[in-house]
């Protein structure tokens, strides 16, 4: 079975200080790993992912995430955050040696960052 | 191009009635999927397609029914609707050159379906 555990429902930072949003997973084998963002009233938008190799992934608006395999994280983190990035966050994981399609999604992480 | 598009953005539908959830996409991606989000409780998949013709049930599939007759088009059914089924629905996309590996790919996102069953 696959799982994945947002522990905060919500995280407040003000603007330019960093931010970080937390993700733990639990999979049988080696995980496919994600981190999406949806806005108000929008679909949800990729961020990032790791697949394999470098256990730090760069991706959109400055964000990066580390996956920690001995700690079975996937942090999601920007050094200097702007009130744009006040939205709904979530972590999703794939174990890479299942053979269904299914994607679990954490339950979500609300951003707000203060001006 | 549009990317992933849903129609209706809201309905409200009374207990019994039943609707089609429109999903369309222009990527030339093979695999679709619909998803219900619930406040508090993430994503869950519906159904998915791995192809024209072909779907299968995902984790929470009962009370919808699906069909993909082309690429491009992945529409969701609702026979008789029921309270629980009120929910934001969303439809995505992804393609996968890789057989058995379409989670590899980034999933697009449609907007949503927000729908509400009194």
């Known amino acids: 079975a696959q799982s994945v555990a947002q522990p905060e429902d919500q995280v407040n930072v003000a603007e330019g200080n960093p931010l970080t949003v937390k993700c733990t997973y639990s999979?049988?084998?080696?995980?496919?790993l994600f981190w999406y963002v949806q806005y108000p009233n929008r679909g949800l938008q990729f961020l990032l992912k790791?697949?394999?190799?470098?256990?730090l992934v760069k991706g959109s608006y400055g964000f990066e995430a580390e996956f920690n395999k001995s700690q079975t994280s996937f942090h999601l983190k920007k050094p200097s955050a702007l009130v744009s990035d006040s939205a709904l966050y979530f972590c999703?994981?794939?174990?890479?040696?299942?053979?269904?399609?299914?994607?679990?999604f954490g339950a979500g992480t609300t951003v707000t960052v203060r001006a | 191009n549009a990317g992933v598009t849903q129609t209706p953005k809201f309905r409200i539908l009374k207990i019994g009635q039943s609707m089609t959830l429109q999903c369309a996409q222009d990527?030339?991606?093979?695999?679709m999927y619909w998803y219900r989000q619930d406040p508090g409780m993430g994503l869950k998949l519906i159904y998915y397609?791995?192809?024209?013709?072909?779907?299968d049930k995902g984790e929470v599939p009962n009370g919808y029914n699906v069909s993909r007759s082309t690429t491009e088009d992945f529409p969701l059914r609702l026979e008789l609707a029921a309270p629980s089924q009120t929910s934001v629905y969303f439809c995505?996309?992804?393609?996968?050159?890789?057989?058995?590996?379409?989670?590899?790919?980034?999933?697009?996102f449609g907007p949503g379906t927000r729908l509400l069953v009194l």
């Open positions: 995505a996309s992804s393609y996968s050159w890789t057989s058995g590996a379409p989670l590899q790919e980034t999933q697009y």
């Open positions: 999703a994981v794939r174990d890479r040696g299942s053979n269904d399609y299914k994607l679990s």
């Open positions: 790791y697949i394999t190799g470098d256990n």
């Open positions: 990527m030339n991606h093979n695999y």
């Open positions: 999979v049988s084998g080696n995980p496919y």
């Open positions: 397609s791995v192809g024209a013709g072909i779907t």
